[in-house]
């Protein structure tokens, strides 16, 4: 396996891992390489530095001649970018102003379709064949782009 540093043509940058180098340039010629952020199909490998394991009875690499000041590491818990940032402001919202109904989600959102129960945002989880099946019956349904946070009351 092989991990290559990629960017597209709107100059998005991520990483993807590749069975070989071989295998990338097969994947990117059939267009199955696409921009993680984007989807566009433009991708090249970006300059990376390669991560080479010294040999077992190599010398050790001198120490550095002065300490070199890095920037401090970003905070896993703020937003890196703005897809980030408006992820986080859309869970919130979704968070904030519907009810969290579990596992309970197919059961309540068939309940509301039919007027069994009152209409009212909600979300929650529910298993794809149990989701599809809620669609083919006509009632809206969209997957969010996050996980639920589980609530144990």
Request: proline fraction near 10%; charged fraction near 25%.
């Amino acid at each position: 396996m092989i991990q290559f540093t990629l960017k597209c043509d709107k100059d998005h940058r991520f990483d993807s891992w590749f069975q070989s180098g071989a295998a990338f340039d097969k994947l990117k010629a059939a267009g199955m390489v696409t921009c993680s952020i984007c989807g566009s199909a433009q991708v090249e490998k970006a300059i990376m530095a390669p991560r080479v394991r010294p040999a077992r009875m190599a010398a050790p690499a001198p120490p550095p001649e002065a300490p070199v000041d890095l920037p401090a590491p970003a905070s896993l818990s703020e937003p890196q970018n703005a897809a980030e940032e408006a992820l986080g402001k859309l869970r919130r919202n979704i968070e904030e102003n519907s009810e969290y109904v579990g596992d309970k989600f197919t059961q309540e959102a068939r309940a509301m379709h039919e007027g069994d129960s009152p209409e009212r945002a909600i979300y929650g989880e529910a298993k794809l064949d149990d989701a599809k099946q809620l669609i083919e019956d006509g009632i809206p349904v969209l997957p969010l782009p996050f996980m639920p946070g589980r609530k144990t009351n």
